[in-house]
C-alpha cells in the first residue's frame, strides 16, 4: 500500500527515509543474558527524534509489522513528536536487534518490513516541499528496493538532503557502500562521514581532508567528517570542536542525532556553520544517556 499525500497537510520541515527497528538490550554479555529490556531504536528514528527535538516538524518514511511490536514502534514515533502519516504497514516481521554489555550487537533484519520499500512505497511523501530530507548508507544497504528508495527521495527533493554514509560491514561490502555515496554526492547539501570508519571503507583514507576532497569531487555540496573527541572537518578547511561532554555512558546513535539536528537547522534556516554546532552540541548531549534516544528523556 502506497500512502496518499494529504496535500491540504502543511509538509514537515524534514522526511527522514530508513528502518525502525525493535531494540533487546541486555546490562550484560549476550552469553550472559537471561533478561532483556524492549525499546525502539535504528538510525533513522534515532536521526528523526534528533530533528524534532531541534524544532522542525518531522516525518518518518519506512514501513514496520502489521503487529503488536509494529504498533509499539508507531507509538513510540508519535511520543517523539514524528508524523506517522507516512510509515507503511506490512506482513513481514520487524528488524530487531539484540545489544550486550560491552559495545555487543547481534542484528536479526534481513527481510524486515522497512527492507521491502521501494520507489512506489515511497513517492506519495512530500519529498519536493520538505526544507531537509534525511537518508543514510543502511538503508541504501537493507537491499536492493530500498536503495533504489533512496535514489528516488534524494532526486525528488528540493530541500537540502544531509547524507550519513553509516558503513556497516554486516550489510554491505566497501565497494557497494562507495558506489552508493557516490550516487548520492550530487544531490547532497551535506554529507558527514566518519573518520577512520567511514572514511577507510569507503574513501580509503584515515585522513579528514582527503576525504572531505574526495566527496565534493563526487558532486557533494558540503562535507563534514567527523572525528569524535577531534570534532568536524569540514571541507572549506574549518575545524567545529567537539562540545563539552561530562560522561561518555553510550557512543550509539550519535552520528544520527548530530545528522538529524543538523538537517533541522538547515530547514529552519541556519548557515550550514551553525548547524553544525547545533549538531554537535546535541550529538555531544546523546553520549550521556543509553541508546540513541534516551537523551531526549534525559533532556526533559
Request: net charge negative; charged share 20%; with cysteine.
Amino acid at each position: 500500500m502506497v500512502p496518499v499525500m494529504d496535500r491540504s497537510k502543511t509538509p514537515p520541515d524534514v522526511l527522514v527515509l530508513g528502518e525502525v527497528l525493535v531494540e533487546l538490550t541486555a546490562r550484560v554479555p549476550l552469553r550472559e543474558a537471561r533478561t532483556m529490556r524492549l525499546s525502539v531504536s535504528g538510525d533513522a528514528l534515532n536521526a528523526a527524534a534528533a530533528a524534532a527535538a531541534a524544532g522542525a516538524s518531522v516525518a518518518l518514511v519506512t514501513a514496520v509489522g502489521d503487529d503488536e511490536l509494529g504498533e509499539r514502534i508507531v507509538e513510540f514515533l508519535a511520543s517523539q513528536g514524528i508524523d506517522t502519516s507516512y510509515v507503511l504497514r506490512r506482513d513481514e516481521p520487524n528488524g530487531v536487534y539484540f545489544a550486550g554489555a560491552g559495545g555487543e550487537f547481534v542484528y536479526a533484519r534481513k527481510g524486515s518490513a522497512a527492507s521491502t520499500l521501494g520507489p512506489d512505497d515511497v513517492a506519495g511523501a512530500p519529498w519536493e516541499t520538505a526544507g531537509a530530507v534525511v537518508v543514510s548508507g543502511i538503508t541504501q544497504a537493507l537491499s536492493a528496493s530500498c536503495a533504489e528508495a533512496v535514489d528516488f527521495a534524494v532526486g525528488a527533493a528540493r530541500g537540502h538532503v544531509v547524507y550519513d554514509p553509516n558503513f556497516r560491514g554486516r550489510l554491505t561490502t566497501h565497494g557497494a557502500a562507495r558506489e552508493a555515496l557516490r550516487r548520492v554526492a550530487p544531490f547532497a547539501a551535506l554529507v558527514t562521514p566518519s573518520c577512520p570508519d567511514d572514511t577507510l571503507a569507503l574513501l580509503d583514507t584515515d585522513d579528514a581532508a582527503t576525504a572531505a576532497a574526495t566527496v565534493r569531487r563526487w558532486g557533494a555540496a558540503a562535507v563534514a567528517v567527523t572525528m569524535g573527541s577531534r570534532g568536524l572537518h569540514l571541507d572549506s578547511g574549518e575545524r567545529i570542536p567537539p562540545a563539552p561532554i561530562s560522561e561518555v555512558v553510550d557512543s550509539t546513535g550519535a552520528g544520527d542525532v548530530l545528522a538529524g539536528t543538523t538537517a533541522a537547522r538547515l530547514a529552519l534556516g541556519d548557515a550550514l556553520p551553525d548547524a553544525l554546532r547545533r549538531g554537535v552540541a546535541a550529538a555531544a548531549r546523546s553520549l550521556g544517556s543509553p541508546g540513541g534516544t534516551g537523551w531526549l528523556a534525559a533532556a526533559a
